[in-house]
């Protein structure tokens, strides 16, 4: 089935320091989806990627699919402390099921 | 409107007993999902629900794991001889079509 890795497990920074979580996959995706947990709180849509080589923006995160749709990325750029979570990629499958990645759990020094 | 509620929010219960997690979808959303959240983990797929059918069930660990949406909305997750190893949070989500699946805020369940 379809399994994703995601890199890093854990990521510190700065407020206004840079982020980049990576996914990958052994197998060509159809579409990729993120989603953001807050601490204590319960997944939240970000986007959904469908394209080879897609990328899209929403105010300071930028989102990749890449050109063989075995990979993603989401860079969020001067991080702020509401950017506090863990970032999840999840491939949908046919059967309509996400396939969670394990998380990239960013946090954030202010 | 009103997003997907579950509940009970947390349950406390004692190995052996049984169990059942409801889910209220957003009105209107044929698809509902169920979800099992570990700590430190991702969501684990449970069972697709499109309509009053399961579509997949695939993730359910075992037999003692059971769901039902009899009407084509609210669902019941229904877990019997509850185990410790069954701890954990147990997600809902909706959605319409093949898109942003919308997430209810969990059961916390603790099995002692």
């Known amino acids: 089935g379809q399994q994703v890795m995601q890199i890093p497990q854990y990521q510190h920074v700065q407020e206004g320091e840079d982020f980049t979580t990576y996914c990958n996959s052994s197998t060509t995706l159809s579409n990729i989806q993120w989603y953001k947990q807050r601490p204590g709180g319960h997944p939240v849509f970000l986007i959904q990627?469908?394209?080879?080589?897609e990328v899209k923006k929403q105010k300071r995160l930028t989102f990749q699919f890449g050109e063989a749709k075995k990979n993603s990325s989401l860079h969020i750029t001067a991080t702020q402390t509401t950017d506090v979570g863990t970032y999840f990629c999840?491939?949908?499958?046919?059967?309509?099921?996400?396939?969670f990645g394990q998380g990239t759990r960013l946090t954030i020094n202010p | 409107g009103a997003g997907v509620s579950q509940t009970p929010s947390n349950k406390v219960t004692e190995k052996g007993k049984y169990v059942e997690l409801r889910c209220d979808p957003i009105?209107?959303?044929?698809?509902l999902y169920w979800y099992r959240q570990s700590l430190g983990q991702g969501p684990e797929f449970l069972i697709y629900f499109q309509g009053t059918g399961a579509a997949d069930d695939s993730g359910l660990p075992n037999d003692r794991f059971f769901a039902v949406r009899p009407e084509g909305s609210v669902s019941t997750l229904k877990i019997q001889r509850t185990e410790r190893g069954d701890s954990a949070v147990y997600l809902c989500?909706?959605?319409?079509?093949?898109?942003?699946?919308?997430f209810g805020p969990g059961t916390r369940l603790t099995v002692l």
């Open positions: 999840a491939p949908l499958g046919g059967a309509q099921k996400l396939v």
């Open positions: 009105s209107g959303h044929t698809a």
């Open positions: 989500a909706s959605s319409l079509m093949r898109g942003e699946q919308f």
């Open positions: 990627l469908v394209k080879s080589g």
